[in-house]
């Protein structure tokens, strides 16, 4: 039951992850209200949200910001329920849901101008291979933005112990972001993890 409940959070399904979802709504808005500041988010910007799940994220951008977000996600429950929360900016074309790994993404270089995710990484086996493709998706001094709970927290979880989180200290996420050339790697503490915050060189300046 346990595994069940962890893979829900990686990839919700049917009708227990629709349960998820609700859960998962509660407990991450308040990340979402401290992630979208640090984003500092100007006019006509190009964001990419990886992994935008029930798609409130993508929502409260477009209701605060004169910008356009895309976003990916491979659960095919949070295509659709992010599609319907996001109806109207997807119409107007200030927003653009994919349904798709974003491991697997084909997207031009350089396009976006700010990248971000929250409580995603745990999912990713290995952060080298995601971090390269998110820097280059950027454009130059682009921004990614990431958050993740902290490893103890984590660890408390029940669900987590079965193999389908990554355990991942804040140390070898910056790390790793360093490792494949981001630059100005920052974070702060929030109440149960850290929001990460880099930038993609600029030519001439790496
Ligand atoms: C724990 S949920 C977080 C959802 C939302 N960001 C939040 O914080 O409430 C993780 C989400 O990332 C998506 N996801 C995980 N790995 C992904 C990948 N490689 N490509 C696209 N989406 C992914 C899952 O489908 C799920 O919607």
Redesign the pocket.
């Known amino acids: 039951m346990l595994r069940l409940i962890g893979n829900q959070?990686?990839?919700?399904t049917g009708l227990l992850g629709k349960i998820i979802?609700k859960i998962?709504?509660r407990?991450?808005?308040p990340?979402?209200d401290k992630i979208i500041p640090e984003l500092e988010i100007k006019h006509h910007e190009k964001i990419l949200?990886?992994?935008?799940?029930?798609g409130?994220?993508v929502n409260m951008i477009l209701s605060h910001y004169d910008c356009h977000v895309s976003g990916?996600?491979?659960?095919e429950l949070?295509f659709r329920q992010a599609t319907k929360r996001n109806r109207k900016y997807i119409e107007s074309k200030k927003a653009e849901l994919m349904f798709?790994?974003?491991?697997?993404?084909e997207t031009a270089p350089d396009h976006y101008d700010k990248a971000f995710?929250?409580?995603?990484i745990?999912?990713?086996d290995k952060l080298i291979e995601?971090f390269s493709k998110i820097q280059a998706v950027l454009k130059e001094g682009g921004m990614f933005c990431l958050?993740m709970a902290n490893i103890d927290f984590i660890k408390k979880m029940k669900f987590t112990k079965d193999g389908i989180f990554n355990k991942y200290s804040i140390n070898q996420v910056v790390d790793d972001l360093r490792t494949v050339g981001f630059r100005d790697v920052n974070y702060i503490t929030t109440h149960k993890g850290y929001i990460i915050k880099c930038r993609k060189p600029i030519q001439g300046n790496a």
């Not at 995710?117 to 995603?120: A, L, Q, S, T, Y």
């Open positions: 959070f990686k990839k919700p979802v998962m709504i407990g991450n808005k990340d979402y949200e990886i992994g935008y799940g029930h409130l994220g990916i996600d491979f659960s949070m798709g790994d974003f491991l697997k993404l995710c929250v409580h995603v745990y999912f990713w995601p958050l």
